[in-house]
């Protein structure tokens, strides 16, 4: 069994300052780990994902994540935000690299002050 | 790259009546498809995935006789929700795999409201 745990529902951040998106995992096999980012009225986008190797993983739009294993977490950030990144985003787990049967967190929105 | 849409992007219905989503791979052949269902405020939940020709799979709690699923061809999937009733009210979402890269593919949603 797999399940996503994502520490706030709502972050509101100032243009330029960093951007921390808190996701804690729980899963029996070794995990696959993905966020994704949606706009309003639009599709979710994969930003990135981590699947093995570097613990790491820089994805688009200037986001990385690091993979944790001894505190299950995949917690994403951005050293500096944008206008742009206001959105909702959402942390998910699998079983597999290929990301079927996707497990998702509640998903958190971000509000960017000018 | 890869576009997904759905069909429609809202839809209101009575209760008792039936409606059928769309989802769509535009450019790629989606061998596999998945349909979600997000309630306000609450994670995306996997409902069911299909594959091409295939009956499709249904998570446990899911109830395929009323979330028809039919994944026909290699670019169209349609989940009928039949004798709808208010409960089913939600945010459905399909997603699609093609047979390359590992990677899903996200349509914009379809807002289901059953009065």
């Known amino acids: 069994a797999q399940s996503v745990t994502q520490l706030g529902s709502h972050v509101s951040v100032s243009e330029g300052a960093l951007v921390l998106l808190r996701c804690n995992y729980s899963s029996s096999v070794p995990p696959y780990l993905f966020w994704y980012v949606q706009y309003p009225n639009q599709g979710l986008q994969l930003l990135l994902k981590?699947?093995?190797?570097?613990?790491l993983v820089k994805g688009i739009n200037g986001f990385e994540a690091e993979f944790k294993k001894s505190e299950t977490s995949f917690h994403l950030t951005k050293p500096s935000a944008h206008m742009s990144d206001a959105a909702e985003y959402f942390c998910?787990?699998?079983?597999?690299?290929?990301?079927?049967?996707?497990?998702f967190g509640g998903g958190t929105r971000v509000l960017v002050k000018p | 790259g890869a576009v997904v849409s759905q069909h429609p992007s809202r839809v209101i219905c009575k209760s008792g009546t039936s409606v059928k989503i769309e989802c769509r791979s535009l450019?790629?052949?989606?061998?596999?498809m998945f349909w979600y269902r997000q309630f306000p405020k609450q994670s995306l939940m996997l409902m069911a995935t299909?594959?091409?020709?295939?009956?499709?799979?249904?998570e446990q709690g899911v109830e395929k006789d009323k979330f028809l699923i039919n994944h026909a061809s290699l670019t169209l999937s349609t989940l009928t929700v039949t004798s709808a009733h208010p409960e089913d009210s939600s945010f459905y979402i399909c997603s699609a795999r093609g047979q390359g890269p590992y990677e899903q593919y996200f349509g914009p949603g379809t807002r289901l409201t059953v009065t």
């Open positions: 998910a787990v699998s079983g597999s690299p290929a990301g079927n049967k996707l497990t």
């Open positions: 450019d790629f052949q989606a061998t596999t």
């Open positions: 981590y699947t093995t190797g570097a613990t």
């Open positions: 299909s594959n091409e020709g295939s009956k499709a799979t249904y």
